[in-house]
């Protein structure tokens, strides 16, 4: 680098210098840099601690360069609760999935956000039960092919995907909640925002937050990575609209452009 000049891009201090174990085409890596990036411009990295719980992001130890703790399925949003009210000067945050949070988790997350826990939550949907084998999940889309739905997702028999930010905007607590996504550049610089947002909350000591982050999963859907962006895009977005469901001082019910 010449004299005098001063780098525009780094590797975050809060990311581990590691060889990934996501699948190509995964952005659970994208999502993962993001998180860390964010974590280091607050300068909260040395007093943050991480959960994640069963699934692709169990290994999540393994890259944030952070306490972290692994917990049960779906329970991540119980140990933090722990953690943060043990320590509320530490900045705590979970990681889950789709099939996580929205299935075995979701009387967890419900009665956290609920009760207005003062954590971060990074919600990863992907639309499938990634690690364990590509089953059907509650986020599934319909007429989605998965292991436990070879016909695709057939919602006369089990229901619509469930859109998780929606449900949580509905609380009377004072929260932040937002929905972003990672299948473009510009998304991503959106979301991250949504991120940076979610952890300021709580390190001023206001909120319960939850960012939901749209996510691929090539090697599950079946599709190459450029091809599962595109499945994003026209699939997911226009039934999980992007954008900010929830602010503790205007309590938003539907999302707005962001």
């Known amino acids: 680098m010449p004299s005098g000049t001063q ?3 780094s590797y975050p201090e809060a990311l581990r210098d590691v060889t990934t174990h996501y699948c190509p085409g995964c ?22 601690v991480g959960v994640s719980p069963v699934g692709c992001a169990v290994l999540s130890y393994n890259y944030f360069a952070a306490d972290m703790q692994e917990a049960s399925h779906g329970r991540a949003p119980a ?39 003062k954590i971060t939550v990074v919600f990863v949907n992907n639309a499938i039960y990634g690690m364990t ?21 057939d919602v006369s028999l089990v229901g619509e995907p469930i859109r998780m930010a929606e449900i949580l ?9 937002a929905r972003g996504a990672v299948h473009r550049p ?8 949504l991120l940076r947002r979610a952890f300021t909350y709580q390190v001023e000591g206001r909120c319960f937050s939850l960012v939901e982050i749209l996510s691929t999963c090539p090697t599950n859907w079946g599709l190459p990575p450029h091809e599962a962006c595109e499945w994003v895009e026209k699939t997911m977005v226009p039934y999980y609209p992007l954008g900010v469901f ?9 999302p707005r452009p962001l």
């Open 186 to 193: 510009l998304e991503s610089v959106k979301t991250k925002d």
């Open 246 to 254: 929830k602010t503790p001082d205007g309590g938003d019910r539907a």
């Open 79 to 117: 140990v933090a609760t722990g953690i943060k009210r043990a320590r509320p000067d530490l900045v705590v945050f979970t990681y889950q999935g789709d099939g996580d949070l929205a299935s075995i988790g979701m009387s967890e997350i419900m009665h956290c956000a609920n009760r207005g826990e």
């Open 7 to 9: 780098p525009v891009f």
């Open 133 to 153: 084998g590509g089953q059907m999940a509650p986020t599934t889309m319909p007429g989605q092919i998965t292991t436990t739905s070879p016909l695709g997702r």
């Open 27 to 48: 952005t659970h890596g994208v999502i993962h840099r993001m998180v860390a990036e964010v974590l280091d411009e607050l300068g909260v990295r040395q007093r943050t």
């Open 169 to 177: 905007s509905t609380l009377h607590t004072p929260g932040f909640v």
